[in-house]
């Protein structure tokens, strides 16, 4: 119960709009740096041509982003069996990705979303299961992502990182072990054997050196033994709208950036196809927790990986981009979190 309260006041902290100003202004300080570097490459002629964009791929640009929002929402309704409706659905996946752009990528919005989900009235034990089942989802899409790097087919595209091609390949290979065994041994515990992991948790936590550890391996245990019995029985249709849902909504959360750059500049298949791939790497690096949203680490990476092919218009695209996929959020959390809080009250009246 301790632990609970401690949670929903961490989410309370995170879900704080005077928050907003420190994510806010590393991102454009970021972006300010990137437009003084550009210096005199960056004319008012370059300017003026972002308003003759080709309006086909604008469209879809924008679009994805809509589509990319349905696909969290239906998950999210698909996952809890209809028990949410649309519209709690809906401020859950909002909301969620506003605590993501307010904390480092690695924190992500996890107990955020515990929180949403209790006080749209869900028990403990299922919001909990939906986040960790949520996030095995976007891990398996990730590490299915990730693996074209295996056979060197990520190699040009590390190349292009200059001076720190070692380091960007580095962290890339190291998040996505990390990410792999930690998957791994999730996915066990829920799907296959819980009470086996919880066995393996504890005896490993005994070892003298690991037992500060044992407190928190009983309640990641204890944790995955809940969503296990929350998803136990679940049939292979289930299970195909779910993946189904999260191989769609992050397939258009990469498209957004493809048709956004195609709407700008020729790109021909093998340049969407190569930058899907920079995505998965920026993605990899973008969980060291460094600043909230990703950013510093977002933009860098950014002008790195695209900077041959847009040229001139690198910063300005780097502004839509961060626009659409971080500013964005910040601007719904101010919207919507003021709304959802008085909803939940007024629920619970």
């Excluded at 879900?15 to 210096?39: D, K, Q, S, V």
């Excluded at 595209?157 to 999730?186: G, R």
Aim: proline share 3%; hydrophobic share 50%.
């Amino acid at each position: 119960m301790e632990t609970q309260e401690n949670n929903n006041l961490e989410a309370l902290k995170v879900l704080n709009l005077r928050r907003i100003w420190f994510p806010t202004l590393c991102g454009l300080a970021i972006l300010g740096f990137w437009f003084y570097r550009a210096g005199n490459k960056l004319t008012l002629a370059t300017i003026a041509q972002l308003g003759r964009p080709n309006g086909y791929y604008l469209s879809m640009a924008f679009s994805s982003i809509l589509l990319r929002e349905i696909g969290h929402i239906c998950r999210l309704r698909f996952l809890s069996n209809a028990t949410l409706s649309w519209t709690s659905c809906f401020y859950i996946a909002i909301l969620w990705e506003f605590s993501s752009a307010l904390t480092p990528s690695v924190v992500g919005g996890g107990i955020v979303a515990i929180f949403l989900f209790s006080k749209e009235g869900l028990p403990l034990g299922r919001s909990l299961a939906y986040v960790i089942v949520n996030g095995i989802m976007d891990n398996f899409f990730f590490l299915l992502a990730g693996m074209p790097a295996f056979g060197g087919m990520y190699k040009p595209l590390f190349a292009m990182a200059d001076e720190f091609d070692t380091v960007v390949k580095s962290i890339f290979f190291i998040n996505y072990f990390i990410l792999c065994i930690y998957t791994l041994v999730i996915t066990m515990g829920v799907f296959i054997n819980p009470t086996l992991l919880k066995y393996i948790l504890l005896r490993i936590t005994s070892i003298g050196f690991l037992k500060k550890w044992r407190r928190s391996a009983y309640h990641i245990s204890k944790d995955i033994v809940i969503t296990s019995h929350e998803f136990k029985g679940k049939g292979f249709f289930f299970w195909c709208k779910i993946l189904s849902c999260t191989f769609f909504t992050w397939m258009a959360r990469y498209s957004f950036l493809n048709c956004l750059i195609a709407a700008y500049t020729k790109v021909s298949l093998s340049q969407h196809v190569a930058m899907f791939g920079k995505q998965v790497i920026m993605w990899a690096l973008m969980l060291i927790p460094f600043l909230p949203g990703g950013s510093g680490i977002a933009e860098y990476s950014f002008i790195q990986f695209f900077e041959p092919i847009l040229g001139d218009y690198t910063p300005l695209i780097a502004l839509l981009w961060r626009a659409c996929t971080f500013f964005l959020y910040l601007l719904l959390g101010i919207i919507f979190l003021p709304r959802w809080i008085h909803r939940v009250l007024e629920k619970n009246a």
